[in-house]
């Protein structure tokens, strides 16, 4: 099960907490086969945050705090942020914006709880998905959880090791990443990997290698 929520939740992370500034330099390896072109957030205001859950929770969003609210660097279609939210139970919700309506690819929206969760996981993974925003040109978006282990969540892109920050607040990461893949209209987009590091900087999850969330402690 998770761990308790906190009973009042901090105000939602009102970005930008994630920006193309790397937190690793760049990697002496061959160029990736894709660009990410940019990972900064701006915030949802308070008014727009509350029609949001309104409409992806229905009656259920007055019990909800919104930890994080951010628009993404780029919009598809359907999607330009994303809003988490947080019950009195510890229960996490995760949706979608687009404008001041939500939705959720999840259904019931808390079906993201206790997902690859058990004794000892320091991360647990909601919704992540890559939308195209364009020609070229895709949207990547994704959320979770972490305990108190955790001190920094980071992403790296497919096989570059850059690290870009997550959005942190209230027990729950958000990231978004606007990234070109060329040309090809055929290319696939890069698929994201959750890093987590405690307090003293050491890396404690990857989740490249270990994909299963399992403990990593000694």
Not at 23 to 31: K, L
Not at 116 to 145: C, I, K, M, R, Y
Not at 202 to 214: F, H, L, M, S, V
């Amino acid at each position: 099960m998770n761990p308790p929520g906190p009973q009042h939740p901090p105000a939602p992370q009102q970005g930008p907490a994630a920006t193309g500034t790397p937190s690793v330099p760049a990697s002496p390896h061959p160029p990736a086969a894709f660009t990410v072109t940019s990972t900064t957030t701006t915030p949802i205001e308070a008014g727009a945050v509350a029609e949001i859950l309104g409409s992806c929770l229905g009656s259920e969003a007055s019990q909800y705090q919104a930890v994080i609210a951010v628009r993404a660097p780029a919009a598809s279609s359907d999607t330009d942020g994303v809003v988490v939210a947080v019950d009195s139970a510890g229960q996490y919700v995760q949706c979608e914006s687009k404008g001041r309506t939500g939705h959720s690819i999840s259904l019931p929206p808390t079906f993201i709880n206790d997902r690859l969760w058990g004794a000892g996981h320091l991360v647990e993974f909601f919704d992540s998905f890559n939308a195209p925003t364009g020609a070229g040109q895709v949207l990547s978006l994704g959320a979770g959880h972490y305990t108190a282990d955790v001190a920094k969540v980071t992403i790296s892109y497919g096989d570059d090791p850059t690290q870009y920050p997550a959005v942190m607040a209230g027990g729950a990461f958000a990231y978004t990443a606007a990234i070109s893949t060329g040309p090809d209209a055929n290319a696939f987009p890069p698929t994201p990997y959750v890093h987590a590091y405690n307090a003293d900087g050491k890396e404690i999850y990857n989740q490249k290698t270990q994909p299963t969330a399992k403990d990593t402690h000694p």
